[in-house]
């Protein structure tokens, strides 16, 4: 692995929001320890499959560690990478929302992975977390979010009740806040549909307390790059716990939910299903994730990057859910953002 | 089907390159017949699929009519689409490399096919040509190209020549200028591939000769919107023959293939190494195709953009060829830009 001292040193300009000197090596340190932690609880809950890891360095500056399991008796494939990259550009998709950061050496750390369960009770899920430094700017950003194909709401609540606690021992605002950019940024656009029933999302959050994007899915366009409400202050150490709350709080999330549905019996109609379905992550991975488009700007390797891809995928003309299915309700209830906080089991026939 | 008279009038300054009154009409006209022509023909050439049409409207403007054919005895899946659409505002992309459309209304009609066989020894096949007025300027674009799992040289050879032919008829320039310009657009960056063996693909030809992207791919980037180069200056009338010209040249392209290859025996493997492949047509067509990326910009029908994926498609993290296979004889032979006009039996062993 790279030793952080590889990695140059940034400036920075306002001492309000400096960032601690070790800010790198312990972001990055913390990164892999959240990669380990999940790759251990994974296989344990896999039982068969094994993670296999590639070590790479990136050219430009850099490296990191991909893991990925196949054919495990879960998870048809698990895809859990840390990099660590610098470089001396960061592409015009981030200096657009960063001008300040033009012209100064860059550097980011995260750890992010998307698991694919074989079973079609099982959700799909997806984690990252990130920390930049350029030049006078530092932030840090990611998120976690739930697919599912057939959906219980008592799973989204229960994935949504974790993460807002998490939230809620370092501020009353952020889970309402990152959950609502959550469903407005994991957003199919021309599909008119969430990818799944959200989460946490957050980006470019130094402190100052300012919020780029709108929470509001109608004003996002309008909005990109504006400042459209606040925030309460914060120092980086703060911040830096939000981040370890919230990378910590992944597994009490996920895990009991693949444990209640491993076992459902499932047939061809579902199978069918769940592969059409995978087809969305992929148009919302390769059209508008910032994360894929910032490793492909960035001549990241590609097969990291790209490890988030499904196994398997169907693509269908015209698909339409028959009327009064569980696949209709998938869309009719779960592709559209509701208050999982608040749902109940009476609330609901399930 | 939408009448021609509901499509915008629109003006134009230079009377030198003005187009006909009557251009949007005879281009629309053409580009349905081509449609018609090529679906008959490949349900003949198939034998058991035949193509179902929707025709569909455009809320801001237009319609169109896809026409897809699904587990035909060749085609696993057949999208042929053809559309007529008109707005108000040209989407960034294209304003970049047409300043002089800022503020106009645009009008643009085309014809647009993928073919994906089922058998692993029959290519994959693309064809697009559109023509776009907006105030003062119009152009033609498009092209055609193939994409073989397991090649062979004398198709690409065929393909080629057959293209060239149709080229040469209007001016010995095209083929050399286009047939490169292909190479450099159907370019994975992130694969360092050509998404097959290429054919024509031209953009922004309106009469006055400018080459607005360079013919070498390593200038691409660097030369996106600029002058690079000159084609002889040529009058609506002659493009449109040239259009008329490549877009009848398709069928005697790529039938003779199909004929060829389709009977020839296949394993798993075959299939395996087919549906590992179709992913590299997801990825150009999400992240690079101007096609896909003008129609999800401008509100298009989605499931029309998107019927040129494929049926089924698999990713798989670290493929790698092994060494002297032919699948390894695809990536070292066929996926770099080639001279398939001067190809001859002799000059390789097939």
């Known amino acids: 692995m790279l030793t ?3 990695a140059p040193t940034l400036p920075v300009e306002s001492s309000t929001f400096l960032p601690p000197t070790d800010a790198k090596a312990r972001v990055s340190q913390f990164m892999q320890q959240l990669q380990d932690k999940i790759t251990q609880k994974l296989e344990q809950l896999d039982g ?30 698990a895809g859990v990478g840390f990099s660590e990259v610098w470089g001396s550009h960061l592409p015009p998709s981030i200096l657009t929302q960063r001008p300040d950061a033009e012209g100064h050496r860059w550097y980011a750390t995260g750890t992010s992975l998307v698991l694919h369960p074989r079973n079609p009770y099982v959700p799909t899920v997806h984690l990252n977390y990130r920390y930049f430094e350029a030049g006078p700017v530092w932030w840090f950003g990611g998120g976690a ?8 709401a008592e799973d989204a609540a229960h994935f949504h009740k974790t993460l807002k606690q998490a939230c809620d021992k370092n501020h009353s605002q952020y889970y309402p806040t990152f959950k609502r950019w959550c469903d407005e940024y994991f957003y199919l656009k021309h599909r008119n549909e969430t990818r799944g029933i959200g989460g946490l999302f957050f980006d470019y959050q130094d402190g100052r307390g300012e919020l780029y994007r709108g929470p509001n899915p109608d004003e996002a366009a309008a909005n990109y790059g504006k400042s459209v409400g606040t925030l309460p202050q914060r120092n980086w150490e703060q911040l830096f716990t939000f981040v370890n709350d919230c990378g910590n709080a992944f597994l009490p999330a996920y895990v009991p939910i693949v444990e209640r549905r491993h076992g459902i019996e499932y047939g061809d109609r579902q199978r069918n299903f769940q592969l059409y379905r995978r087809g969305r992550y992929v148009e919302f991975n390769l059209v508008y994730d910032r994360g894929t488009i910032f490793g492909l700007q960035t001549n990241g390797r590609t097969e990291s990057i790209l490890m988030s891809l499904p196994p ?12 009064n299915s569980p696949e209709a309700e998938l869309y009719e209830t779960f592709l559209k953002p509701q208050d999982w906080i608040n749902w109940s089991p009476k609330s609901q026939d399930s």
Chains 1, 2 share one sequence.
């Open 48 to 77: 068969v499959g094994k993670f296999q890891q590639d070590s790479w360095e990136r050219p430009e500056g850099g490296g990191g560690r991909s893991r990925i399991m196949r054919e495990g008796a879960i998870f048809e494939q």
């Open 4 to 6: 952080n001292s590889q």
């Open 145 to 152: 979010d739930l697919t599912p194909y057939y959906p219980f």
């Open 312 to 323: 398997l995928v169907r693509w269908e003309y015209g698909y339409q859910p028959e009327a």
